[in-house]
């Protein structure tokens, strides 16, 4: 698939948006086959200015994606592979003294990227993983006192497997907090897993990945995605939403206010996707699982109950009332 050279200087419009975020699904699915959801959701949290975690069993393509996602985008990428022995300073980057100059100067790390692939965050230390706070909520760098900021567009995306394999350390609160969605892989249809035989037999499809975009058109369509119309009630169904899972027995952890930002900006962009200037609440109920569940602790009788987040953030979904209207934003209204 070519790539786009011709987007202009100007602001982009949401037509825009939703053409360039199908032509980088396109692209993604030349190398994951029969994974659209998880291929759109990616696309939608780029949009979102957001951060996204890629959590499944080994082999099921994880890291397949997050290279496939990178690539489609012509920008600089950084992979960090995260080890039990990965320091801070590996993320961050670290000062140096120069005996030329007779000075320290800043060497930086590999978190200085417009996309970063973490392969398997959770197999190091929390130690390490906490590099990787601040970096992701301000979208900066402080080494020795001195701040650096990071170029934009700037997301993470990384992989990990579910904590109970062996050798991993499960994420710390804070840090799932930053992550603006997760998403599963699952396991291939037969006809999607056949596709692969014969794609991946060979050369991998990965290498023939051409970009279709760069990131300066990225940063462009993000903008636009900014214009999205959310009307009062469908802001208000949103709260609704966080609020219920800090009220549940079910739950001893609920939302932060983070995460209900987290919610409108993918809503925003589900909705440029989707063509539409204005955010429904159907697009909150399609994306309150995978932006909410990960950053809920269950309560002990909902483990032993054997019940997961996400069955309770559909739950919560079937309680709390959901607006009758929501009215469409004229062209060149603000919102």
Same mark, same amino acid.
């Given at each position: 698939?070519?790539?786009?050279?011709?987007?202009?200087?100007?602001?982009?419009?949401?037509?825009?948006?939703?053409?360039?975020?199908?032509?980088?699904?396109?692209?993604?699915?030349?190398?994951?086959?029969?994974?659209?959801?998880?291929?759109?959701?990616?696309?939608?949290?780029?949009?979102?200015?957001?951060?996204?975690?890629?959590?499944?069993?080994?082999?099921?393509?994880?890291?397949?994606?997050?290279?496939?996602?990178?690539?489609?985008?012509?920008?600089?990428?950084?992979?960090?592979?995260?080890?039990?022995?990965?320091?801070?300073?590996?993320?961050?980057?670290?000062?140096?003294?120069?005996?030329?100059?007779?000075?320290?100067?800043?060497?930086?790390?590999?978190?200085?990227?417009?996309?970063?692939?973490?392969?398997?965050?959770?197999?190091?230390?929390?130690?390490?993983?906490?590099?990787?706070?601040?970096?992701?909520?301000?979208?900066?760098?402080?080494?020795?006192?001195?701040?650096?900021?990071?170029?934009?567009?700037?997301?993470?995306?990384?992989?990990?497997?579910?904590?109970?394999?062996?050798?991993?350390?499960?994420?710390?609160?804070?840090?799932?907090?930053?992550?603006?969605?997760?998403?599963?892989?699952?396991?291939?249809? $037969? +006809? *999607? /897993?056949?596709?692969?035989?014969?794609?991946?037999?060979? =050369?991998?499809?990965? &290498?023939? !990945?051409?970009? %279709?975009?760069?990131?300066?058109?990225?940063?462009?369509?993000?903008?636009?995605?900014?214009?999205?119309?959310?009307?009062?009630?469908?802001?208000?169904?949103?709260?609704?939403?966080?609020?219920?899972?800090?009220?549940?027995?079910?739950?001893?952890?609920?939302?932060?206010?983070?995460?209900?930002?987290?919610?409108?900006?993918?809503?925003?962009?589900?909705?440029?996707?989707?063509?539409?200037?204005?955010?429904?609440?159907?697009?909150?109920?399609?994306?309150?699982?995978?932006?909410?569940?990960?950053?809920?602790? $269950? +309560? *002990? /009788?909902?483990?032993?109950?054997?019940?997961?987040?996400? =069955?309770?953030?559909? &739950?919560? !979904?079937?309680? %709390?009332?959901?607006?009758?209207?929501?009215?469409?934003?004229?062209?060149?209204?603000?919102?």
């Amino acid at each position: 698939m070519p790539r786009r050279t011709d987007h202009p200087l100007a602001a982009v419009d949401l037509d825009e948006v939703a053409n360039e975020a199908a032509r980088i699904v396109a692209a993604i699915e030349t190398v994951i086959e029969g994974k659209t959801e998880p291929v759109r959701l990616a696309v939608t949290v780029l949009l979102a200015e957001g951060h996204l975690l890629i959590e499944d069993v080994p082999g099921v393509g994880k890291t397949m994606l997050a290279k496939a996602f990178a690539r489609a985008i012509d920008s600089t990428v950084h992979r960090i592979q995260f080890t039990p022995d990965l320091l801070p300073s590996d993320v961050t980057g670290v000062c140096v003294y120069n005996q030329e100059t007779r000075d320290f100067e800043f060497k930086p790390g590999a978190i200085f990227a417009n996309i970063v692939v973490g392969d398997e965050i959770n197999r190091a230390s929390p130690k390490t993983q906490s590099a990787l706070l601040e970096c992701m909520e301000e979208r900066q760098v402080t080494v020795d006192s001195v701040t650096y900021l990071l170029e934009a567009p700037f997301m993470v995306i990384a992989t990990q497997n579910p904590v109970d394999m062996e050798g991993t350390y499960p994420l710390p609160e804070a840090q799932r907090d930053r992550f603006t969605a997760r998403l599963a892989m699952g396991y291939p249809s $037969p +006809a *999607a /897993e056949l596709a692969m035989l014969d794609n991946h037999s060979g =050369d991998s499809p990965l &290498d023939d !990945l051409e970009p %279709v975009t760069d990131g300066l058109y990225v940063a462009k369509l993000i903008d636009a995605v900014r214009t999205v119309h959310i009307s009062d009630d469908v802001r208000r169904y949103a709260v609704d939403l966080v609020t219920a899972t800090r009220s549940t027995p079910e739950l001893r952890l609920g939302a932060s206010p983070r995460a209900t930002l987290h919610l409108m900006r993918t809503a925003r962009a589900k909705a440029a996707l989707a063509g539409r200037d204005f955010v429904l609440p159907d697009d909150l109920q399609e994306l309150a699982v995978p932006v909410l569940a990960h950053r809920l602790l $269950p +309560a *002990a /009788e909902t483990q032993v109950a054997r019940r997961s987040t996400s =069955d309770v953030v559909n &739950d919560l !979904l079937a309680q %709390v009332p959901v607006p009758r209207t929501a009215p469409r934003r004229t062209r060149g209204a603000s919102g």
